[in-house]
């Protein structure tokens, strides 16, 4: 867990800084937010069986005999359903007494880009070496920190590329339009962990097959029904500063 520390960052994209800004990313605004710990990497293949086998939840559907596919233990899990994350963060609460959830989408954002707004986690300037990508990876997932140049400011990795993150945030239920728009506001509803499974949750991050660099930056936002678990989604988790302390 890495220590994301208390404090303002720009959250969102200015087109007029960044060429690739979606409008669901506007308006860029100043947000403030308290200290909280972000998992480094995506939760691996060899996390999620210890859950897997400790509760008997539901495993992936790449797995056999219960295990994670050979020779990717330390990949990210993928094929997990918003839900199956929330149920690991569950059972991480349960056998470590500290109350970990999946990041909200400011959480990650922070976490991706530190206070001074970059696009990418490294910079401002696309580099397709350091991030797994459609556009320069080996077309399937990599070991979790296989790409360190990468790393954000404060030494997070894989939050380009890889898979994309589920985020415990809400969009909404029309894809064309989110129900939670920007400036974000943690009050208005979207961090609704109980919310209708007809509501998108959002993600971020792009993944191993996103083609476009558009989707590697920090700002990026996408957005899936919580039951639904294709082949290139995943996440990792959060716990207040507080907490640990």
Sequence with gaps: MVLIPAGEFLMGSD???DKDAYDDEQPQHTLCLPDYYLAKTPVTNAQYAAFAQA?????????KGGNPPTGKEDHPVVNASWHDAVAYCR????????????????????????????????GNQWDAERCNTGEGGPGDTTP???????ASPYGLLD????????TRSLW???????????????????????????VLRVLRGGSWISGIERSARCSSRYYVLPAFFPGRRGFRVVVSARSLS
Aim: charged share 30%.
């Design 159 to 166: 939050m380009a590329g890889n898979v994309w993150e589920w």
């Design 91 to 122: 059972w991480l609460s349960e056998v470590t007494g500290k109350p970990y959830n999946l990041p909200s989408e400011a959480e990650w954002e922070k976490g991706a880009r530190g206070s001074d707004g970059r696009i990418y986690p490294w």
């Design 55 to 63: 509760t008997g939840h539901k495993q992936p559907e790449d797995w």
């Design 15 to 17: 087109p007029k800084k």
């Design 144 to 150: 979790v920190g296989a790409y360190p140049q990468g």
């Design 172 to 198: 909404g239920e029309d894809s064309e339009e989110p129900d939670f728009s920007y400036p974000y506001n943690p009050k208005d509803g979207r961090e609704n962990l109980k919310a209708s499974d007809d």
